[in-house]
């Protein structure tokens, strides 16, 4: 046979670039998505109920505030976005308005007040009692406030 007429097997290439291209962004994607819900954890223990009521997954974004638990060296400390508030009155009260002008702007937002499972409810209650005084300074009296537990494991609690 002559050089010319040698039969070659055909191979079959696939181009790799697009699959690499959607590998990354798949993964720039979750690692954004992680980083927006580390925001409403704040690093606390919740505490953990055996019945309890589920949100809806058509619910607004709720308003929510986390309770750290108090360390050695400082208080509870309140923090609601990027905000961190103390236990002091004045600072409560700064909370009142921030929360009064978060529910002003969105009237259909739910609180959702998350508290470290090591805060006593003498550290829970101005909390609670802030939320309360914002949804009526906000003219919502029938806002929802709603304390956030983890679910109990099978045979823990």
Same mark, same amino acid.
Do not use: K
């Given at each position: 046979?002559?050089? /010319?007429?040698r039969?070659?097997?055909?191979?079959?290439?696939?181009?790799?670039?697009?699959l690499?291209?959607?590998?990354?962004? /798949?993964?720039?994607?979750?690692?954004?998505?992680?980083?927006?819900?580390?925001?409403?954890?704040?690093?606390?223990?919740?505490?953990?109920?055996?019945?309890?009521?589920?949100?809806?997954? $058509?619910?607004?974004?709720?308003?929510?505030?986390?309770?750290?638990?108090?360390?050695?060296?400082?208080?509870?400390?309140?923090?609601?976005?990027?905000?961190?508030?103390?236990?002091?009155?004045?600072?409560?009260?700064?909370?009142?308005? $921030?929360?009064?002008?978060? /529910?002003?702007?969105?009237?259909?937002? $739910?609180?959702?007040?998350?508290?470290?499972?090591?805060?006593?409810?003498?550290?829970?209650?101005?909390?609670? $009692?802030?939320?309360?005084?914002?949804?009526?300074?906000?003219?919502?009296?029938?806002?929802?406030?709603?304390?956030?537990?983890?679910?109990?494991?099978?045979?823990?609690?």
């Open positions: 046979m002559s050089r /010319l007429h039969h070659q097997i055909p191979t079959l290439q696939t181009n790799l670039t697009p690499i291209d959607l590998s990354f962004l /798949l993964v720039i994607f979750f690692v954004l998505v992680a980083r927006v819900g580390e925001v409403n954890t704040a690093g606390i223990q919740l505490p953990s109920t055996v019945n309890g009521a589920s949100i809806p997954d $058509e619910a607004p974004t709720p308003l929510v505030l986390n309770l750290m638990a108090p360390t050695a060296d400082t208080g509870a400390v309140i923090v609601l976005n990027d905000s961190r508030y103390s236990l002091t009155a004045a600072s409560i009260q700064s909370l009142t308005d $921030e929360l009064t002008a978060a /529910l002003a702007a969105r009237p259909m937002a $739910e609180i959702n007040i998350r508290a470290d499972r090591r805060s006593t409810y003498g550290d829970v209650r101005p909390v609670i $009692e802030a939320a309360v005084r914002a949804a009526e300074l906000a003219h919502l009296p029938a806002a929802r406030i709603r304390l956030v537990a983890t679910r109990a494991q099978a045979g823990s609690v």
